[in-house]
């Protein structure tokens, strides 16, 4: 890519719009050009194909949105804290960021060739420093401080990651099962964080008196 620019970023805002609409396979990077007010020779300028388009529409999506949710979940405070802030900044911008959730379940669907790279790149070494040791420490003080019991902080992260968006990877599904719900919905939302914060702080706090160590 030659740029970004602003024309370049106004070739991958109308590329997300179509991509979205219809899907990699069915996107046409002359669609992508009328979108963005361009012809398509000027496209081929900044792209050289569709896929590499792709490519690059997918990393600014999933860099801006895991970027943003790493800065505004930065550890801080006792643990109570941190994970209510967690969960609640995780939910809000996965449900104010559909397009993020659907490039998401095509990735994982494709065996995350970008997402992989984008993510990795955030969690074990962005700008600001890797930021896995960093909730890992964070979580080993809590345990330390007997603030939490002794769990694996490296799975506690996937079940956080994982309660967060099922609901909004499954939407279809759920819905379809589920016709009641709405995972749009803002007290449907308010009310999945606050079932994920009471299961996940219940199950992990420590006893009154010190830690609780299993076998």
């Excluded at 009328?34 to 900044?46: E, M, P, Q, T, V």
């Excluded at 790493?70 to 006792?78: I, L, M, Y």
């Excluded at 964080?193 to 996940?200: R, T």
Aim: proline share 5%; with cysteine; charged share 25%.
């Amino acid at each position: 890519m030659n740029g970004p620019g602003a024309t370049g970023e106004r070739i991958l805002d109308a590329a997300c719009e179509v991509f979205l609409e219809k899907g990699k396979a069915g996107a046409r990077m002359q669609e992508i050009a009328a979108r963005a007010g361009i012809n398509k020779a000027l496209l081929h300028y900044y792209f050289r194909s569709k896929e590499e388009l792709y490519r690059q529409a997918l990393t600014r999506e999933l860099t801006t949105f895991f970027r943003e949710l790493v800065e505004s979940v930065r550890p801080a405070g006792d643990m109570e804290t941190f994970l209510r802030s967690f969960i609640d900044n995780y939910i809000d911008r996965l449900s104010r960021n559909p397009q993020v959730v659907r490039f998401l379940t095509w990735e994982i669907g494709s065996g995350g060739p970008v997402a992989r790279n984008v993510i990795a790149g955030i969690v074990q070494g962005n700008e600001g420093g890797p930021i896995y040791p960093v909730y890992r420490e964070t979580f080993s003080r809590g345990i330390a401080a007997g603030a939490i019991r002794p769990v694996d902080p490296q799975h506690l992260l996937f079940s956080l990651v994982g309660m967060c968006i099922f609901v909004f990877l499954a939407a279809p599904i759920l819905t379809a099962v589920f016709p009641e719900i709405d995972p749009s919905e803002k007290e449907f939302i308010e009310k999945r964080k606050k079932e994920i914060f009471d299961l996940v702080w219940n199950g992990i706090k420590a006893e009154k008196g010190g830690n609780d160590v299993r076998d």
